[in-house]
């Protein structure tokens, strides 16, 4: 069946780096874009950054973009968020998807995994 499994969460202060991985499973993975998302407490789930098929594209929001860095490997069906210079605005549960259209609406995303937790503070 279709897994997206993430890990790399955890505790991280102001201005520290941490890095996010996703294994994915059951599916064709190079055949969909891979998107991160977060939600944190009392907001809706928000798009962070897509990258295209093959990896040649990315996309950012504007409140991440310089900070964050998506990549994937189609050869070990692996996608990563780079996460440097955090902010305390940052912390949210994090979670990987796979859509069908270079997107960053959630609605776009077929297969979800069960999200990992990434809390910025000192």
């Known amino acids: 069946q279709v897994q997206l499994v993430e890990s790399g969460g955890g505790l991280v202060q102001p201005g520290g780096s941490l890095r996010l991985s996703c294994a994915a499973s059951?599916?064709?993975?190079?055949?969909?874009?891979m998107g991160w998302f977060r939600q944190a407490p009392g907001n809706e789930r928000e798009g962070v950054a897509y990258?295209?098929?093959?990896?040649?594209?990315?996309y950012y929001i504007d409140s991440v973009r310089g900070r964050f860095t998506i990549s994937r490997d189609n050869a070990e069906n692996m996608v990563y968020l780079q996460m440097k210079t955090v902010k305390p605005e940052d912390t949210a549960v994090y979670y990987c998807?796979?859509?069908?259209?270079?997107?960053?609406?959630?609605?776009?995303?077929?297969?979800w995994g069960q999200g990992t937790q990434v809390t910025v503070s000192s």
């Open positions: 998807a796979a859509g069908s259209h270079n997107a960053m609406q959630a609605v776009k995303y077929s297969y």
């Open positions: 059951g599916f064709t993975f190079e055949h969909y874009v």
């Open positions: 990258v295209t098929r093959n990896g040649a594209m990315t």
